[in-house]
């Protein structure tokens, strides 16, 4: 017996002008732009405007490697404005000494520890069920509009999440 190849499922398109087609996740990048404005985000917003652009324009090549891909460059230039300090002069090897000595320096090192930590958990919990990433940006919308936030990435949302769920996890089991 031959088995039938599952064909790709399409997403739904909307009702538009002759000629455009438009989907749901055109509409939703739509209003993360709108979103992004209204909460005063404009990484939010420009990000999300860059990406239905490039889905406007076909661009599917540009958005596979931006979703493969993505998370490491911007990894890679977050990493190179925390290293720059170091070239500029601005931190010297002295200065990092004094203040591992310190309990600010020490509490600091802890929490970049356990942020790291939780940065792994969030790539893998993200990576393993996609569908938190919109509960992920919603809530930095609302962080940003009702508590002054900065939308630093979804790594962190997702290790936070991940603790979150672990947390529930052992207080629901009976």
Known sequence: MLLKKKRARRPRELPCRKGFRMHGGTVLLALVVLL???ARSPLTSVGAAAILLLQLMSGQ??????????????LLFLTLAMLAPFATGKIAGADVLAAMKSWPGII????GVIATHLNKQGIELLSG??????GMIVGSLLGIVFFG????????????TALFLQLYSWLTRG
């Open 129 to 134: 069920d996609p569908q938190l990433i919109i």
């Open 149 to 160: 936030g900065i939308p630093v990435g979804p790594l962190m949302a997702g290790g936070l």
């Open 36 to 38: 992004g404005i209204v």
């Open 61 to 74: 090549t540009w958005l596979n490697w931006i979703e493969h891909r993505g998370v490491e460059i911007g």
């Open 108 to 111: 600091a090192l802890t929490g």
